[in-house]
């Protein structure tokens, strides 16, 4: 199938799953909302120190546990206590976050990694493999995806990218990821992924209607309003979207 008719651009996905006050980003409960809703879902993987993935966003546990520490410095013992957001929730593996999905809906898989590559990649193409679900990966990491190219090459692959004014990068490196330098000889990316606040720019204006481009994080109408002819499809959450109105339950 062409990747404009697929799901990549065609249908809103649900940004660390279909989450609100009652069901944490990130939960096995969000995901299960957002099956029970049929849409397809966005997750973050991280890895932990004693190389198990795990889907969380941030490399600080604080914002969404209350506790101090990095994500990458604990062990599953460590994350099997907390608690995320307040409520009964935890931080689920990858394992058992495909494991709840189950093929129901496709997967856009954030890989969140800053260092080295290699380790992390190989440890989530692990646990891919031994899954039967649709899903494609995505990072802000150039490298992470050639990893996948040469090891997994019919795996989609995505670049995501901003103008990274709000992250620790600075120099030739925010000056290369912002204007996605390395995806024709490094990432090779079958999709792009770029922040909202930054579309339209003349980065992305080259890929339009050459491969899908997904505006990421929509969360009012007003901004899918705006930057509605500048991409095909949206990551989403905090808000219904126009297309999805009288569909989410």
């Not at 992390?120 to 996948?148: C, M």
């Not at 481009?213 to 705006?226: G, L, P, Q």
């Not at 002819?229 to 989403?236: H, K, M, P, V």
């Amino acid at each position: 199938m062409n990747i404009y008719e697929s799901w990549i651009a065609t249908t809103p996905i649900a940004h660390r799953g279909l989450f609100n006050e009652k069901y944490p980003e990130n939960s096995i409960a969000a995901f299960k909302n957002a099956v029970k809703n049929k849409l397809p879902i966005e997750i973050d993987v991280n890895c932990l120190a004693d190389g198990t993935p795990v889907v969380f966003h941030d490399q600080k546990l604080a914002r969404m546990t209350g506790k101090d520490g990095f994500i990458s410095n604990c062990k599953y013992e460590d994350i099997s206590k907390l608690t995320l957001a307040g409520t009964k929730e935890k931080i689920p593996t990858l394992r058992e976050a495909l494991s709840v999905i189950d093929g129901k809906v496709p997967i856009l898989i954030e890989i969140k990694n800053y260092g080295k590559v290699g380790v992390i990649e190989k440890a989530i193409w692990k646990v891919l493999q031994e899954y039967k679900g649709e899903y494609v990966i995505e990072s802000f990491n150039p490298y992470t995806l050639e990893w996948f190219k040469k090891n997994a090459p019919k795996i989609k692959r995505g670049q995501l990218a901003s103008f990274f004014e709000d992250r620790e990068i600075t120099g030739i490196k925010r000056f290369a990821l912002k204007r996605m330098m390395l995806n024709k000889k490094i990432s090779e990316p079958n999709f792009i992924v770029y922040a909202t606040e930054n579309l339209p720019n003349r980065y992305v204006k080259k890929y339009f209607g050459v491969i899908p481009v997904i505006a990421f994080t929509i969360t009012s109408v007003d901004e899918e309003k705006r930057v509605k002819e500048y991409c095909d499809n949206i990551i989403f959450d905090s808000y219904i979207p126009t297309s999805l109105e009288g569909v989410i339950k």
